[in-house]
């Protein structure tokens, strides 16, 4: 069983930066894939960013390459999503998710979710 607890959301202006965390509760962090999803307004809730248990692999959506950057520390037990660049279209509640396997990039291949973080970008 995995328990996460995200943090870091919050209003940015257009072109700045936020960085998210979330931590983990649980003795088996370091054998989960982590990702990040995020969920706007009226929308599905999208993939954004996910790493390998080691964290020596990590892939993102298009609309965030270049610009977001995810990682991770076992011994903390904590995934880091630094978002730089922000646009008005990043608005949106961030999750942090966890599986007991590979990569995956849909929502529904993730078992544990955690209570969501806003982060809002004006204009």
């Known amino acids: 069983q995995v328990q996460l607890v995200e943090s870091g959301g919050g209003l940015v202006q257009a072109g700045g930066s936020l960085r998210l965390s979330c931590v983990a509760s649980?003795?088996?962090?370091?054998?989960?894939?982590m990702a990040w999803f995020r969920q706007a307004p009226g929308k599905e809730r999208e993939f954004v960013a996910v790493?390998?248990?080691?964290?020596?692999?990590?892939s993102y959506a298009d609309s965030v390459k270049g610009r977001y950057t995810i990682s991770r520390d076992n011994a903390k037990k904590t995934v880091t999503l630094q978002m730089n660049s922000l646009k008005p279209e990043d608005t949106a509640v961030y999750y942090c998710?966890?599986?007991?396997?590979?990569?995956?990039?849909?929502?529904?291949?993730?078992?544990?979710w955690g209570q969501g973080t806003q982060v809002t970008v004006s204009s």
């Open positions: 649980g003795r088996t962090f370091s054998s989960y894939t």
């Open positions: 790493i390998s248990w080691s964290g020596s692999t990590t």
């Open positions: 998710a966890a599986r007991f396997r590979g990569s995956a990039y849909s929502r529904t291949e993730y078992d544990y």
